[in-house]
């Protein structure tokens, strides 16, 4: 038998859900989405113990068929797409169609559904995998899908999640960035009764920043209004010019004042889905270059619009990373819009500006000090101080002359011949060699044994000899005794 082996659905269900489900806020994520895509006008999120016991979305969309709600929980069962060329020009929010199998999977899920050409819906409960139950019910049109005991049947996953507050603080900031990306839609979250968040549709944008940020934030936030930069088209193999691709951007972007301690204020969007993008992230710090310290970061709603076919949505499992076709174009793009839109929006001085200077600031000293600053200094301001001068006076004046100084004459001519530089160098002296002598003389009366075997006394004796000669005549001089003699 071999030992690669086909994996069961629901071993498979449950890998896919370990990409898709990281944390209750995946959930949310991938629910909504299909609410939006649904065309859904009015969203309630429902939320308890941080989305662990309970993930509750309603909305008031197409809702589903009865083949449709059970087909719904097979894997890659999608009604977004129908051909591989579809994923290139991907207009909706979900595309692969494993959300709800790979939800179903680690979870208990309920899902209540009812199309406008139906008269009655449908309730599928699913639990880890398995349908336990199918069955008609009268319900409104849209759809309900509730998520409970997240992760029951894979306790290691349960046992990574973190506290309830961190875990619904990433729902929360999930449902803000989606309802400022669709105004006109409403938006309720509630957690454990409480609501965090009641958004109603509304015309602009700004009034959707007014609700959920309110007056304080908005008033420190530059409009970007409605920018646009085209690329002409490119010229196929007919000769025939291709419409221009066209990029658009809008939102709202913080004053150099303003001054973030992380990026939990930057939301960025690519054709209204949310998005964590380096390439947009590096071209809005190269924006604030030089106006905000390193280490800060601004407040910025960005949206960024373009056709599908410009981006690549399907290079991340969660859908929160793109590819742009035209990558360095889109980055200088989003940089010098935003970078023209702050220079141009610099802070004025409110103070009023006087057109003249206060009194006291220009009292004269002296009664001279007050001719002086009155006068005006033109022919009739001069003979004020000084009468005019008659002919006679005038030939009697000296006159003076300025002439240049005369310079010195030059020293070495620069400009004639060259100046010959000996490049030679000196002889260099003759090194000096020191003879080190190798043997020493012994003198006159000293060891005759020594001097015999060396050639007598007063004769030279290697070096070796004359260390041996030194060495007894030390060890001489130490056996001298000193003491007297016996019978003395």
Known sequence: MGRIQVLSDELANKIAAGEVVERPASVVKELLENSLDAAATDLRIDIEAGGRRLIRIADNGVGMLRDDALLAFERHATSKIRMAGDLFHIATLGFRGEALPSIASVSRLTLEARSAEEEVGSVVEVAGGKIIRYEDLALARGATVAVRDLFYNVPARRKFLRSEQTEMAHIASL??????????????????????LRAAPVQTLRERVYQVFGARILEDLIDLGMMEREIPGAIDEEGAQEPPV?????????????????RNSIFLFVNRRLIRDRLLLHAL????????????YPFALLFLDCAPEEVDVNVHPAKTEVRFTRGPFVHDFVRDAIRDVLTKS???????????????AELPFSDFSERMRSARFDT?????????LTEEQRRELPEFVLRPHQSPAPRLDFGSASIAVDNTLPPAPERLKLRVPDTWRIPEGGS??????????????????????????????????YRPARGA
Request: net charge positive; aromatic share 8%.
């Open 175 to 196: 449902v803000t960035h989606y309802s400022l990306a669709h105004p006109d839609k409403g938006f309720e979250l509630r957690h454990g009764g409480a609501e965090l």
């Open 448 to 481: 005759a044994g020594r001097s015999a075997e060396h050639g007598g006394a007063g004769r030279f004796a290697p070096a070796g000899a004359i260390a041996g000669f030194l060495h007894h005549r030390r060890l001489a001089r130490r056996v001298v005794d």
């Open 346 to 360: 610099r802070p004025v001085s409110s103070v009023p500006v006087r057109s003249a200077p206060q009194p006291a």
């Open 380 to 388: 009739g301001a001069v003979e004020e101080f000084a009468p005019p």
């Open 285 to 296: 710090s190269a924006a604030y270059h030089n106006l905000i310290p390193p280490d800060c």
């Open 246 to 262: 066209r990029f658009h951007l809008s939102g709202f972007v913080s004053r150099p004042q303003v001054r973030k301690t992380n």
